[in-house]
């Protein structure tokens, strides 16, 4: 291109919205631990690096094919710049457009919108969306980027920008291969141009870059693939250095698991669990976060099919000598070999949850409540690793205290006699579910039942059906078979309760069943009397194991034509009751009023069960009752 149409060729680009309130953001809310945006310039140098490795396995022919791959800082105190330069892929024209112009990152519009309130309390968020080019500005006034790709015909490009509203691109001759980001410090950020505060940082964040790091020409960083090393060899602080460095973390690790193998595979991994669940906050899904190395060379960062879907919060490396290097990264999931390794330490991973569940219960509590719901997942969807899983679950019961938690096996060793099934209710809060006729006959026989409290429980638990040859059972289920000892129990109870309260005979009984399920029409499948009952005169229950009435309030709160769903339910009534044989009486004295009655003694249990769509209907029949009661 000739001179003079060079100097004419700068264009303007406008940034995409999202990046506006993106650089918005970090310019105004992040400065806390603004030195983080070192290790983001730091770690797509090493990513382009990375990049131009594996293109140049492919490529003939390469530009500037001597230099060594490194990544190169300098700075100019008096000019107060930093500059951090790469030898790796680069970027045309049409790709800086797309890579610092706008954002790619799919979930870029709801996690922007998340980004401003959280902020400020998590600058760690930055790095985890893919944000990290723009954190430059919280630094620099202007920011400059030259960049040239690994093509011999390449042409060399400089983009410019303040981060305010737009950026200039430019032709750029001279530049050798990679991209060099020049940061033209702010006032209040000198700091980053000295030696020692650079260091520090890279120290502190970079440390295990697979690419040597030069400051000023000293080589700063290890470069040491931790993952192969000894484990006895290895100190806390180099683990915890390592962990901050793949999960771009700024705290320590809930849990690791360093694992090395020769046999079926040579596998060195070391994985973590972090502290944080992001998902829990409603960031959408948590990003993959384990690469996948062969003898030390990265072969795919966070690839898809290496480990379970669900296990998709832990971070870490996974090294393999058995991959080919050149496999390639768009059929790893078709390998036999990557299937192999998944399967090896997946399993070694739940082994190892448990190991850590039962040496320390505590911890393992702190885990459940920050990650059981990738188990209840796993649980769902990880059919064949189902049963494993499903030993790491935990629930409150009835048997525990408030906030305490217990696992299905331990569940199994305080069954009853005779007692075949394990029991579960959703609902709430554990007040809630006590509060509620459900479990009365499960108290009155001593009976224990887990206590669900996400309607995601109750799918987990129909999808899981059994554990350790156990059905897993909603207490709300019709036909409950509780254990004939238990049932004695809760009988003699009953008789004691009744002593005073003589049960309606057979013959009423059955008059006011048939009429009540008169009086309720499709409403109700049928009206039964209730074996399970002390103190509630009634209940609603689900005929159909497959459905509990937590999973109906799921369906409620999706779908309107789920009344068609509620008319599946059997209301069982309490003949022992005082209202209804009261409402027996009223029958034959005041039809009209006891139909009332029995219209709300249906849509009371049907409040127990959390399952009244409209509740406003019963207002007026409410009054009409209060009327009465208050004459
Ligand atoms: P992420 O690294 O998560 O993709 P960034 O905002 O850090 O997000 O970078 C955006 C994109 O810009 C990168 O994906 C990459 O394509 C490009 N990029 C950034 N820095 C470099 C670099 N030094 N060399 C080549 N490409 C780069
Ligand atoms: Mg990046």
């Known amino acids: 291109m000739p001179a003079d149409t060079k100097a004419n060729a700068v264009e303007t680009h406008q940034f995409q919205a999202e990046v506006k309130q993106v650089l918005d953001i970090v310019i105004h809310s992040l400065y806390r631990e603004r030195e983080i945006f070192v290790r983001e310039l730091i770690s797509n140098a090493a990513d382009a690096l990375e990049k131009f490795r594996h293109e140049s396995l492919v490529h003939k022919q390469i530009f500037d094919e001597h230099l060594s791959l490194e990544i190169s800082i300098t700075m100019d105190e008096k000019e107060h710049t930093l500059t951090i330069a790469d030898v790796g892929i680069g970027m045309t024209h049409d790709e800086l457009i797309a890579n610092l112009g706008s954002i790619a990152h799919s979930g870029a519009h709801s996690f922007i919108s998340q980004l401003a309130e959280t902020a400020r309390k998590d600058v760690n968020l930055i790095g985890q969306f893919g944000v990290g080019f723009y954190s430059a500005f919280m630094a620099a006034d202007k920011v400059r980027v030259q960049t040239r790709g690994f093509r011999l015909d390449d042409q060399g490009w400089e983009w410019t920008s303040d981060g305010i509203g737009s950026y200039t691109i430019q032709p750029a001759d001279g530049l050798r291969r990679g991209t060099k980001i020049i940061l033209e410090l702010k006032e209040d950020a000198h700091d980053f141009a000295k030696l020692e505060t650079i260091k520090r940082i890279i120290t502190q964040y970079s440390n295990f870059v697979p690419f040597p790091i030069l400051v000023k020409g000293e080589k700063v960083n290890t470069v040491k693939a931790i993952w192969t090393r000894n484990k006895n060899e290895i100190k806390e602080e180099e683990y915890t250095e390592f962990y901050k460095f793949v999960a771009n973390a700024f705290d320590e690790p809930m849990y690791r698991l360093h694992f090395n193998v020769d046999a079926p595979l040579t596998i060195n991994s070391l994985l973590f669990v972090p502290k944080e669940n992001f998902e829990r906050f409603g960031f959408g899904k948590m990003e993959r976060g384990v690469d996948l190395h062969c003898r030390k060379i990265l072969i795919a960062k966070h690839p898809e099919g290496l480990l379970p879907e669900w296990m998709r919060f832990l971070r870490g490396v996974i090294d393999s000598e058995d991959l080919p290097l050149n496999i390639s990264r768009e059929t790893l999931q078709d390998n036999t070999l990557v299937r192999k390794l998944s399967q090896v330490i997946s399993n070694r ?28 997942e796993g649980v769902a969807n990880d059919f064949s690793r189902q049963k494993e899983i ?127 399920k008169e009086v309720l029409g499709d409403r109700v499948k049928e009206v039964v009397e209730s074996h399970r009952l002390v103190g509630s005169p009634a209940i609603v229950v689900n005929p159909d194991s497959s459905m509990s009435s937590a999973m109906q309030r799921v369906m409620k709160a999706v779908n309107q034509d789920v009344k068609d769903n509620l008319s599946q339910l059997t209301l069982e009534i309490n003949p022992g009751h005082a209202l209804i044989k009261h409402l027996a009486e009223l029958r034959e004295k005041d039809a009209d009023f006891a139909k009332i009655v029995g219209e709300q003694l249906y849509d009371n249990a049907l409040i127990a069960a959390d399952l009244l769509m409209e509740p406003r209907n019963m207002v007026d029949r409410m009054y009409k009752i209060l009327e009465r009661a208050t004459k």
């Open 390 to 516: 499903a030993k790491l679950l935990r629930f409150e019961s009835s048997k525990t205290e408030k906030g305490k938690l217990t696992s299905l096996s331990e569940y199994i060793t305080r069954m009853k006699k005779g007692q075949k099934a394990i029991y579960y209710f959703n609902g709430p809060s554990r007040e809630v579910i006590e509060a509620g006729p459900y479990l009365e006959a499960f108290r009155s026989s001593d009976i224990e039942v887990l206590y669900t409290h996400e309607p995601i429980d109750d799918f987990v638990m129909t999808n899981l059906q059994e554990f350790e040859d156990k059905k897993l059972l909603s207490a709300d289920q019709g036909n409950l078979e509780l254990p004939e000892s238990a049932k004695k129990e809760a009988k003699e109870e009953k008789e004691e309760g009744a002593k005073s309260q003589e049960p309606l005979s057979e013959k009423e009984l059955k008059s006011l069943t048939k009429w009540l």
């Open 349 to 376: 991973m739940l082994k190892f949850l448990e190991e850590q569940a039962s040496s320390d219960p505590e911890k393992y509590a702190q885990f459940w409540n920050t990650f059981g719901q990738f188990l209840k």
